[in-house]
C-alpha cells in the first residue's frame, strides 16, 4: 500500500500559478501510476492529468493543457502539479492518486484545497 499526502494548495489571483505536492510513503511510487484529480463545489470528481510509472506517458484533461503539469521524482517519492495560468474554475479540492495504470486509481490522498478569485 501508498499513503498520499498533498501539499501546496491555497489562494491565487487568476492568472497566477501554483505548484501542488504529493508526498508518499509506503511502497514506492515508482511501482505506480500517478493522477490528479479535483472535485470543485457541487460537481463531480474530475481526472486531471496523470502520469505513468516511468513517466513516458502522461493524460491531461483537455481544459488544462498547456498551462498544467505533471511530473514525478521516484526517488524523492513526490509527485508534482505545476498550474499555470490559473483560473476561477480551476477552484476545487485536488487530489493525489496512485494506481495500476493511467485509468485505474486505487489510493488516493484527503486533499488541497486551490482557490482561485477572479
Known amino acids: 500500500q501508498v499513503q498520499l499526502v498533498e501539499s501546496g494548495g491555497g489562494w491565487v489571483q487568476a492568472g497566477g500559478s501554483l505548484r501542488l505536492s504529493c508526498a508518499a510513503s509506503?511502497?514506492?511510487?515508482?511501482?505506480?501510476?500517478m493522477g490528479w484529480f479535483r472535485r470543485a463545489p457541487g460537481k463531480e470528481r474530475e481526472y486531471v492529468v496523470g502520469i505513468t510509472r516511468n513517466g513516458d506517458n502522461t493524460y491531461y484533461l483537455d481544459s488544462v493543457k498547456g498551462r498544467f503539469t505533471i511530473s514525478r521524482d521516484n526517488d524523492k517519492r513526490t509527485v508534482y502539479l505545476q498550474m499555470n495560468s490559473l483560473k476561477p474554475e480551476d477552484t476545487a479540492v485536488y487530489y493525489c492518486?496512485?494506481?495500476?495504470?493511467?485509468?485505474?486509481?486505487?489510493?488516493w490522498g484527503r486533499g488541497t484545497q486551490v482557490t482561485v478569485s477572479s
Open positions: 492518486a496512485a494506481g495500476g495504470d493511467l485509468y485505474l486509481y486505487n489510493y
Open positions: 509506503g511502497r514506492l511510487i515508482s511501482t505506480y501510476a
